[in-house]
């Protein structure tokens, strides 16, 4: 599942190609993948926009138009794609939109693709993108995100927490890949409940989850299944059950913590109870 570095180097990639162009027809290709409006108003409104900036909030790559919104959440196996000329829809695709040069408007054709093969991936077109947004936490590489804010908020907190940084109400952007990276960096124990942890432990989860982003971005994200490639992340625990620890040596172990598979280094990561 993309994560804030995934998704941010998706944005990256295809904001040179997205900028100034007009939208000139949706093809919706499964209705459910639109969450609102209607697919007939949606058809509607977006034709004729034009794309005005290429962003990102937590997991959402957004569109911004006109006058409106277009979010895209990719959810477990959804991915962007442009492609050029007049093409023929893939199984998979869920969502194109047809582009054109703005300057001008009989200029090269190109379109872009939302294909997702599980189709848990949803699409969002709102004049206000808090209705979608509204509910996250801060953004982990914004100026919010500070040390002090961190440890008040695992204070005000009494939950697990490797859960506490996956509710995306807490804080936004962090996944299965990411979390578990922050906490070992943090030497903090994934079951650890979020109220026992010190203003100096907090100051490392703090800059461990800066460093993972950052470091995330940087190497363009991690390569996972058969949809994100390209990434050059390299895991530290994650996904690396039964594998020495880069630190200390220890086989690093997988639990399941609501749910999520987690892997941590039981030498690096104990558990003070
Ligand atoms: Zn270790």
Known sequence: MPELPEVESIARRLRPHLLGKTIEEAQLRWTRTLAYPTPGKFKEFIKGKQIREVTRRAKYFILRLTDFSLLIHLRMSGDLLIKEGKIKPEKHDRLILRLRPVESPAGALSNLVFNDTRKFGRVWLTADPE???????????????????????????????????????????????????????????????SDSVTAEQAEALHKAVCQVLKEGIRRNGASFDWVYRGGEYHFRVYDRTGKPCSVCGTSIERIIVGQRSTHFCPGCQTLIR
């Open 131 to 193: 209705d979608v947004l509204g509910k996250l936490g801060p953004e982990p590489l914004s100026r919010k995100f500070t040390p002090e804010w961190l440890h008040a908020a695992l204070q005000g907190k009494r939950r697990q927490l490797k859960s506490l940084l996956l509710d995306q109400t807490f804080l936004a952007g962090l996944g299965n890949i990411y979390a578990d990276e922050s906490l070992h960096i943090a030497k903090l124990h994934p079951l650890a409940v």
